[in-house]
């Protein structure tokens, strides 16, 4: 399933991703940015023709941007009107579900056309403990609590991806409502699939040779290594430039595809460029 919308995955995580869907189980999965954590929700969304409701995490993010908010607007307006012919709303009238914004937690509980929905709850580790103890409820009991209305229940549990990239320990408690997967960097054989799989109008020559070298450069002391991301986005750069093998001087234009840091782009530059290309280019002789 996964391979038909062009993602490609190891054993490990093509079994901990049907374990999930076949248990109901949220599914955490944990590791560098861009090694494909969030394609994953959106691969499964595509494939099971699901709709995607995604909650983006952030530092402060609180209950009511990710379940819902008043439209203090509206309810204002409703409350002028009222007045305005002398009588005096009810509070069961304000604090009703026409004055709700929907945010992507009561989003996902609500039933959807085509079954229940995919969740991301995407970089939950750049949110902080009390939003993680909020969400337990949500994980376990697949409901979100609005103090003024009460508790809303999915008829058909969402399926729920987490991710993280690590960058603090999630707590416990919310990993052990999971299933748990480390999403690593994948092995050369393995990111010549993916990029094949995301950019096949490249030849082979090329592919290994961008490969060979995105791998070279994530055994250097960076601050930040390039993810799978960065290899197809680096691949598909080359592309429309109508590069047909790696050279210093194409590497040195094109570094702020798979660098993002300019001390990294420092470091690789010139003739270190040339020297880890010739190294690459050694690995990938034939014996």
Wanted: net charge negative; hydrophobic share 45%; charged share 25%.
């Amino acid at each position: 399933m996964l391979s038909s919308q062009s993602y490609v995955a190891s054993r490990a995580l093509a079994t901990v991703v049907f374990l999930s869907l076949k248990l109901g189980r949220p599914l955490f999965l944990e590791g560098e940015a861009g090694v494909g954590k969030t394609e994953i929700a959106k691969t499964l969304a595509r494939a099971l023709g699901r709709r995607l409701i995604r909650l983006q995490c952030y530092e402060g993010l609180d209950q009511a941007s990710a379940v819902a908010e008043w439209n203090f607007a509206a309810q204002m307006v409703a409350i002028r009107a009222a007045e305005a012919t002398g009588t005096s709303p009810a509070r069961a009238d304000l604090f009703s579900q026409d004055f709700l914004i929907e945010r992507p937690l009561l989003a996902a509980m609500r039933p959807q056309p085509g079954g229940a929905p995919v969740l991301l709850i995407d970089e939950i580790d750049r949110t902080d403990a009390p939003f993680e103890a909020f969400l337990l409820e949500a994980l376990s009991e697949a409901q979100v609590t609005i103090p003024e209305i009460g508790t809303i229940r999915a008829p058909e549990p969402p399926i729920v991806i987490l991710t993280s990239n690590r960058t603090r320990e999630v707590h416990d408690a919310l990993k052990r409502r999971c299933l748990y997967h480390w999403v690593d960097y994948p092995a050369f054989d393995r990111e010549m699939q993916i990029l094949q799989a995301r950019a096949p109008e490249a030849q082979d020559a090329l592919s290994r040779e961008i490969v060979g070298f995105v791998q070279r450069l994530r055994r250097e002391d960076l601050f930040k290594k390039p993810g799978v991301a960065e290899t197809i986005d680096w691949a598909k750069c080359l592309l429309a430039l109508d590069v047909i093998a790696l050279s210093p001087e194409v590497i040195a234009d094109t570094l702020g595809a798979i660098l993002k840091y300019q001390d990294d782009i420092q470091k690789i530059q010139g003739s270190e460029a040339k020297r880890l290309l010739d190294q690459v280019r050694k690995e990938l002789a034939p014996a």
